[in-house]
């Protein structure tokens, strides 16, 4: 069982950053697929960024590349997602999930790719 807790949310301004931050454990974590997917009030949850088990491989949503940078750590067993030049759109609920039947190399973009997910942490971001 993979346990995963988010931190790191926040009030920001528009044009600002902000870094979360999820934990995990219950399983080897560089056997763990990542991502990052956020939910607006009123919309559907979204795919945001992922990355592979081996850290090579990573995808975005076009709505934050250049912008959002996800990136993990195994030996802290915890992944990242930096967020810069934060816009008010970018306001929502963000999540990260894990997979633990990925292949060295695969990255997830689907939220039902995931079996495990976080309890979110708001992300707030003022105009």
């Known amino acids: 069982q993979v346990h995963l807790v988010e931190s790191g949310g926040g009030l920001v301004q528009t044009g600002g950053s902000m870094r979360l931050s999820c934990a995990a454990s219950?399983?080897?974590?560089?056997?763990?697929?990542l991502g990052w997917f956020r939910q607006a009030p009123g919309k559907e949850r979204e795919f945001v960024a992922a990355?592979?088990?081996?850290?090579?491989?990573?995808d975005y949503a076009e709505s934050v590349k250049g912008r959002f940078t996800i990136s993990r750590d195994n030996d802290k067993k915890t992944v990242y997602l930096e967020m810069n030049n934060v816009k008010p759109e970018d306001t929502a609920v963000y999540y990260c999930?894990?997979?633990?039947?990925?292949?060295?190399?695969?990255?997830?973009?689907?939220?039902?790719?995931?079996?495990?997910w976080g309890q979110g942490t708001q992300v707030t971001v003022s105009s």
């Open positions: 999930a894990a997979n633990n039947r990925a292949i060295l190399m695969t990255v997830l973009s689907r939220a039902s790719d995931y079996d495990y």
């Open positions: 219950g399983y080897q974590f560089n056997r763990l697929a």
């Open positions: 990355i592979s088990r081996s850290t090579r491989n990573s």
